[in-house]
């Protein structure tokens, strides 16, 4: 093992290095980790191609940072149920090896040796493509979680919609015998642009997972436009992370 | 919707709601509530006819109510799930339409529409018989919740029991080898009557049901007779709610 | 119901009474209770002869105690359960009766009628060996689960080593891709005698057994040698109580 080798030499906090891992976990078990000397970036999609997510968190994002450019692959549940034996607060030490294909984890006196996975083996998370999306709010992470979890009541499918009038962004379903709304106007919003009336039906399935990463204290950048994706952003680490999830509308039958 | 198709307009706290509806739906899962201009009130009994559930609240117990004299059907399960939506100390606001058969519930910015149930299809909740039971117990209810667990432990039967002479009030049960006797003289009880020895068994199934209805810290009145039903008794927001349970008696093999 | 038909009279807080039957109820589900007029012991070994446990209380660790020398059969589960019903701080009130067969249990106001196993149905727990194990540690339990914990993640075997050149003591485990270790030097240990490097691989399972029964804040004594069995000792009821494990090492296939 000498130093040529190390791909990733790092320490970072453990609950940091958690809000990570948990917005790829959400949809993959596997993932390939992008390093270079500035940054760590994991991009991946779900299997059935409908969510898309990226992550990037900035070396300063980390106590200590050093990278050479290069792709390792990792078992996710393997590597999230290691960083669980740290306590909060606690820092993790992270030593990949080109020569040895293991990653190192270090985490209080817990000594891990996680074996690395050829990343031609995974599949590659594409890049999140540019769509203009004029429908815009920046709202807390809870309140589309209640939205969420409301819609779950009636239906597998949850509407998105902005009122112009109204200036409202609201999260609704509708069943078959009931209906649920949950409206936000500006008074429960930080920010909001509605250009025109937007709506646009998401599966409940996938908006549920990405409820699960998202921190019901941060404000989540929510934007999309009718049949259109919706696209959901949010930092973490002081603003040294950046999490964006881009979730494909479900056509309507009607 | 116009204001004469409106059969219920009210407000009334979470909790309180809660209070009303759980004694009814551990044990049917759609029931009538009978409305009128000073009280609702809903009864039920068990598929099997083994215990009864009368539910009453005041007007005086909601934050504002108004009401037509009426029968809404609905299901339980759902109205108790849309509900849980709102934390605890939040309003409900209820407006149930002819019309529409709806029930509109609104808890802080989560605006449901719950699709009533034809009430011709609900089984009618029987008027609790006025039956004399000399055998009576004021006790606070962890005590009962207490005796049922341990019972549980040795039978599927509970035996209540009034013993005159030590002026005690007993749950206990007989196993096939073990048993059980949890007793309360008068340091345990508010308020004991016992003109003679009084002893009858009750189905553990039932009174694990009711069990979870009871408030622990809440005093319930119990009264009860040899080969008799047992009848329990409380009070809920505040004295402007009561629940009365009556509990049919097993017969014994001996 | 005589005097002298009572094999055991006693009174003991109830958490003390669950630290006396946890340790045996980890590897056996009825066990043989000996009583003197100084102590009570229980010694079980589970049904594969894998691991012994020992268990001892003084008569100074109850509030109460008076016994004849005798032998009585309990199913711990059911024994467990009642002591539950008492809440932390409460007394339960023993009296063991050789006419009855029985072990009547007050905790509370509940009173229990437990029958008694015949103990001659009740497999010997053997005495400990006693074995010479050279390399010991003294440890807080919390620190071996937490190495059990961890060598799970990769294997159902768990090695225990001592190193002497670095006065180390670890737990760790070689999965088919991954290994852990979680090393405790001096810094972590309250005591280490390690006069040759010494290690041995044990059942999981087991390990994980007597893991619920370790006390997390207690220091654990914990002795061993290379392919012998691991010894591991601990107080409890303020050294009134000692519980010993003797757990035989598994034959390595290399």
Do not use: W
């Amino acid at each position: 093992m000498s130093e040529d080798s190390q791909l990733l030499n790092a320490k970072i906090d453990v609950g940091t290095l958690q809000d990570v891992l948990t917005p790829i976990s959400v949809l993959v078990d596997e993932c390939k980790i992008n390093l270079d000397q500035n940054e760590l970036e994991i991009r991946a999609v779900d299997p059935a191609n409908v969510c898309m997510v990226d992550v990037t968190i900035q070396s300063s994002g980390f106590e200590e940072y050093s990278a050479q450019r290069s792709v390792i692959g990792v078992d996710l549940d393997r590597f999230q149920d290691i960083i669980k034996m740290g306590g909060s607060g606690s820092e993790v030490h992270l030593v990949a090896d080109k020569d040895t294909q293991t990653l190192q984890i270090e985490v209080e006196n817990v000594s891990y040796t996680l074996a690395l996975i050829d990343p031609d083996s995974i599949r590659d998370g594409p890049d999140i493509p540019n769509i203009d999306l004029d429908a815009q709010v920046e709202i807390e992470g809870s309140h589309i979680s209640q939205g969420i979890k409301a819609a779950g009541m009636v239906s597998d499918h949850v509407e998105l919609s902005f009122e112009s009038d109204s200036e409202e962004f609201a999260v609704g379903a509708e069943g078959d015998t009931d209906d649920v709304e949950v409206a936000h106007g500006e008074d429960r919003v930080e920010d909001i642009t509605v250009p025109d009336d937007a709506g646009s039906i998401y599966s409940l399935e996938y908006l549920e997972k990405v409820s699960k990463a998202i921190s019901s204290s941060e404000n989540i950048e929510l934007s999309m436009d009718s049949e259109k994706p919706v696209r959901m952003e949010f930092d973490f680490a002081d603003g040294n992370g950046r999490v964006i999830y881009m979730l494909a509308p479900r056509i309507q039958n009607s």
